[in-house]
């Protein structure tokens, strides 16, 4: 299912784009319909094959949209979709994946995550995980916005160490993951799926990155896709709905960053310096971000030093914070 463009491998080896699609807010207006189709189409030609969606995405629009662009091309597409947490019910994931396949107009689903931790306990959700892969509903699943303490809980209960990712908030302006996250997944050789990773177009003006751009003579998303997708273990699902991004997006996996410019980067957008104030990132974690970044600027302390958004004290959860 990876065409022939870069992939990564799920824990059980099965290799998957290691550039995808985003869905959401698609479907939700009917003036962009076509438009949208188009361009969910081109990223399929273009091998961007892995498409990620949400029942809750316009309410169960965005999937309906999603049957339709891919009549005739569901068997060249790993296809993604999450169930809310309100339905996390071993009963309720059953009747919601049902509903996401009819409206995905398919008899299965390659990945199927839980959006956010609920209160549903994680056990359940995972029986009906495993109930749904035995009947060839779907193929693997995973979990969304989980941080490192709820990853540690779910590989301990029956059945949890089958998750095959996490998909996670991760862009050069949201580096929280890589204080103890990112090291974890790796670790158990878990790709992690980075949502936002255009940060939602919310990019600074005036970063790096403009720099960057204006002597490669690229665009500032292909900067940041680049940025996100140099990390090995590492997928990205940018969202756009129009041909021209969708091209633009592509044309990042021919971008590789040079140390200078990733040395730049870092100076800006801070590294994460701790999980909370005062916490400390074992050696054994902090080791394999390290040496991930296949660059001379990657050292414990772009693991250590940060002051992003993502690394604020918050009373909420951090990776809970901008479920979408
Ligand atoms: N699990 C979760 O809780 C969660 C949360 C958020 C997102 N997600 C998933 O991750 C996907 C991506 O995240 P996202 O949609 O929040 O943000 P994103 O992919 O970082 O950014 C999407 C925005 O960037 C624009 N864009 C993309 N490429 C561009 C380019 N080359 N030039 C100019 N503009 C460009 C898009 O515009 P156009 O649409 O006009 O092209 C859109 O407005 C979502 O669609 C969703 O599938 C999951």
New binding site residues.
């Given amino acids: 299912m990876t065409s022939d463009i870069a992939s990564v491998s799920l824990p059980d080896g099965e290799r998957i784009p290691k550039l995808g699609?985003?869905?959401?807010?698609?479907g939700e207006q009917p003036a962009r319909r076509a438009a949208e189709i188009d361009?969910l189409r081109c990223g399929i030609e273009l091998g961007m094959t892995l498409i990620?969606?949400?029942e809750m995405?316009g309410n169960g629009a965005t999937e309906s949209l999603l049957g339709e662009a891919l009549a005739g091309l569901r068997d060249q597409v790993f296809l993604v979709s999450?169930v809310y947490p309100h339905n996390a019910s071993r009963r309720g994931v059953i009747a919601a994946c049902e509903q996401s396949l009819k409206r995905l107009k398919t008899d299965r689903l390659d990945l199927y995550?839980l959006?956010?931790r609920g209160s549903v306990p994680l056990a359940e959700t995972v029986a009906a995980f495993e109930a749904l892969r035995e009947a060839g509903k779907i193929r693997h699943w995973g979990v969304?916005?989980f941080d490192t303490d709820d990853m540690e809980e779910l590989v301990a209960v029956p059945g949890g160490a089958s998750c095959v990712t996490n998909?996670?908030?991760y862009?050069v302006a949201r580096r929280g993951p890589e204080f103890d996250l990112l090291p974890w997944l790796a670790g158990r050789k878990m790709p992690a799926m980075a949502?936002?990773?255009?940060?939602?177009?919310r990019l600074p003006k005036r970063s790096p990155f403009d720099d960057i751009a204006g002597a490669r003579g690229v665009?500032v998303?292909?900067v940041a896709l680049a940025w996100v997708l140099q990390l090995p273990g590492v997928f990205a699902?940018?969202?756009?709905?129009?041909v021209?991004?969708?091209r633009?997006?592509h044309r990042a996996l021919e971008l590789r960053l040079e140390a200078e410019e990733l040395a730049a980067i870092d100076g800006y957008f801070k590294p994460p310096r701790g999980k909370r104030a005062g916490n400390a990132l074992s050696a054994a974690l902090a080791a394999p971000v390290a040496s991930m970044r296949t660059s001379t600027r990657t050292s414990t302390a772009r693991v250590l030093n940060c002051s992003c958004d993502a690394c604020a004290p918050s009373p909420a959860p951090r990776l809970r914070l901008?479920?979408?």
């Fill in positions: 699609r985003g869905t959401w807010e698609m361009a990620d969606t949400a995405y999450k995550l959006h956010w969304s916005n998909q996670i908030l862009n949502y936002s990773p255009v940060d939602h177009a665009s998303f292909q699902i940018p969202k756009a709905g129009r021209e991004h969708v633009d997006n901008a479920c979408a």
